[in-house]
């Protein structure tokens, strides 16, 4: 029987997409840089139906790449433009809400429910799941726990892998891992949930998640600041910590990136003048009502004009304005392609070497590519900056790639230099195999190689993704 056929009576009909139009949308990334050939869609609707359709894989010996909202910016769930025949194994019908605890804060979803999903059946239950970020609406929890999603609350929650208590996975042999766990203390051996978090498809398919929910947000502060520079952000980040509430986001925006959002997102309007060269984006909240967040925000945010570190401030007045400025800053990658063709980094530092990074990748893009533009903001709360390589009109995007192919690598380079990481958060996939290579300590990827080795002998796991 010829292997479609195969899956097609092991999984129903619905469940095989195997048209070519059906299938174009799962064969290119979301950036358009990346293309694949997969020979069908699977979308299998339970547990045992992705254990089914990995078993069946395992015998047709087919490369088997795990999807989830299709929003990685490494082209990590798209299959290689030459690689193995293969299969997308789209996540997107395995999308219930098993459970939620609000007395244990604990939430059971399935890999394809939305990230944004997840965080308003936590509001329902009076409760907070504080992953956030700009792909939230279609960025499911099965892709963000594969690439370790961070966003703009890290500072104060951590990262997804911070989030979850346990997971169930399927193995690349069908068998299926049941670790769905609630509790919050077992040394009962390796924590094998993080083996799975972060290896972007390349270990198994994660197919449900328990997570962890915190006391609800009921007050939120919002402001945008002028900043003298990153080092004066520094000190106002500093500030902002100690005020007394909650600090909950801490964004760093270069004016270009707002200018860029203001030019092509829809009904954006400019917060304030942009005469300074740099913005803080910041977000104080708590869960009581009695704690005085306004009060403390703007104690602090008045501190800083006094010590010369802010310049001005917005501080929001209504929900329509803190929307206005958090929009500038999630529709910012949207807008930024289309502005221009641009060479994206995800690095990370500590934090207090965010204004020295800064200095040398100008210095860099001075030196070797005058004609490029940075554009450059992150989450400077937790040290993670992305910044960008535009390219000048009239290049297309394989041009500029061309004319700077090392920029992504050098950028990562001086982040490792800081004490920083090359990925911060985006993850590895197709786009950063070559800075994995370069910058990754040998032993770890021995390591790394060696997991793979045990838990995907055939290597038929999202090929060519994440290991060198
Ligand atoms: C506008 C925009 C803003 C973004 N902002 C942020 C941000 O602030 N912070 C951040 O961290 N990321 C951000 N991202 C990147 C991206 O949204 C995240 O990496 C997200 O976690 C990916 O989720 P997804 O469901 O789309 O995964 P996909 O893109 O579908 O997959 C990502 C990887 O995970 C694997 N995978 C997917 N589902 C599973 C599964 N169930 N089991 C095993 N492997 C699986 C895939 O094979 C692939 O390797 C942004 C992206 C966009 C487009």
Known sequence: MAPLDALRDTLGPAAVLREEAEIAPYAVDWRGVYRGAPLAVLRPGTTAEVSAALRLCARLGLAVVPAGGRTSLCGAAVPLAEGPPSVVLSLERLNRLREVDALDNSLIAEAGCTVEAVQQAAEAAGRLFPLHFGAQGSAMIGGAL??????????????????VLGLEVVLPDGRVLDDLRRVRKDNSGYALRHLFIGAEGTLGVITAASLKLFPRLVLRETALVAVR??????????????????????ELIHRLCIEIALRHGAGLRQPMPLAAEWYCLVECASPHAAIPVRAALEGALMAGIEAGEAEEVVLCETEAQRRNLWAIREDFPECARREAPGLPTDTSVPVSRIPDFLERVAGLIARAYPE???????HMGDGNIHLSLQAPPGLSHAQWAARAP???????????????????????????????????????????????????????????KLLP
């Not at 961070?150 to 989030?163: C, E, F, K």
């Not at 952000?233 to 801490?250: N, S, W």
Request: charged letters at 25%; proline letters at 4%; hydrophobic letters at 45%.
């Open 372 to 378: 490029g533009r940075m554009v450059a903001l992150g």
């Open 229 to 250: 520079s990153p080092r004066a952000a520094l000190a106002l980040l500093a500030r902002c910590q100690e005020c007394g509430a909650e600090l909950v986001a801490f």
């Open 146 to 163: 594969s690439t370790n999603a961070g966003g703009i609350r890290t500072l104060r929650y951590g990262n997804a892998r911070d989030l």
């Open 406 to 464: 090392r920029f992504e690598e050098e950028v990562g380079e001086i982040a490792v230099e800081l004490g920083g990481s090359f990925s911060a958060e985006h993850g590895i996939g197709q786009s950063k195999r070559a800075a994995m290579a370069a910058l990754k300590p040998a032993v770890a990827l021995d390591v790394m190689r060696a997991i793979k080795a045990v838990l995907d002998p055939e290597g038929r796991m999202n090929p060519g």
